[in-house]
């Protein structure tokens, strides 16, 4: 089994270390990730400045771009080989409903999956690594079912995970979910530079919208580590027919002058 590991909090951060250390016996496993943090840069790729790979003294592999970038260069030239899956984290906080939109953790599994390749991104719920041991001991779990149980090479998937930060024994058996819904971010916030120019910070996420019984908020409330299924094709096949009579409607007019 060949497994390559990336994040988007940078290669020196407690998450991806422990992580790695957890599942380097479990195969082959190669680290290849952003040199700094790369949080919320999604699926972004690198396309008008160059991108170098240096290596660490622990033999972790980085690269100043971001975490799409990583797993893009690794499949596309630097590992030499196609890996069996891809794990991306575990990352410092939540990714779930729509932080999985913006979520460079998501985004580096998600490169993985588009080249064919299973992947899995781990997060922890809240920032701070509290209890990242009980953290990367779950992760390890699912990823060593995943290898003995041969799903790795069974069909391609995308799974994305979030741990609660509470002790081993505090954690409940992983739960299936799907994703939930935020509220509109907070508002953004401006200051004042030095030199007396206006200057913008995001605001922070907005508070959960949608978390019923059945989403990925309301489990890891509850002290279960979520597993979401997740998929790329970003059609609304509901509304495809809608829009198909409004073309339609259109090509009828053009033609009638």
């Not at 690198?46 to 797993?71: I, K, M, S, W």
Request: with cysteine; net charge negative.
């Amino acid at each position: 089994m060949k497994i390559l590991l990336s994040n988007d909090d940078g290669y020196q951060a407690p998450g991806i270390v422990a992580l790695y250390e957890a599942i380097r016996d479990l195969g082959d496993v190669e680290v290849v990730a952003p040199e700094h943090n790369n949080s919320a840069k999604s699926n972004a790729l690198t396309l008008h400045a160059p991108l170098y790979v240096n290596e660490a003294p622990n033999g972790f592999r980085y690269v100043n771009g971001t975490p799409a970038d990583c797993v893009h260069i690794a499949l596309t030239g630097l590992l030499g080989y196609k890996p069996d899956l891809v794990v991306s984290g575990i990352n410092n906080g939540a990714n779930m409903g729509d932080d999985t939109i913006y979520s460079g953790t998501v985004g580096a599994a998600m490169e993985g999956y588009l080249f064919g390749i299973p992947a899995i991104a781990f997060s922890q719920v809240e920032k701070g690594w509290a209890h990242l041991d009980a953290a990367v001991k779950r992760a390890r779990e699912l990823v060593q079912y995943l290898v003995e149980h041969h799903r790795a090479s069974e069909a391609m998937w995308l799974l994305n995970v979030n741990i609660p930060n509470l002790p081993y024994e505090q954690l409940k058996p992983f739960k299936v979910c799907r994703l939930g819904r935020r509220h509109a971010a907070e508002k953004v916030i401006s200051q004042t530079s030095p030199r007396g120019d206006t200057m913008y910070w995001i605001g922070g996420a907005g508070k959960a919208k949608d978390d019923a019984e059945g989403t990925d908020f309301h489990a890891s409330l509850q002290g279960h580590p979520t597993i979401t299924p997740l998929k790329v094709d970003l059609t609304d096949h509901d509304a495809l027919r809608y829009w198909g009579q409004a073309a339609q409607q259109m090509a009828q007019r053009k033609e009638g002058g």
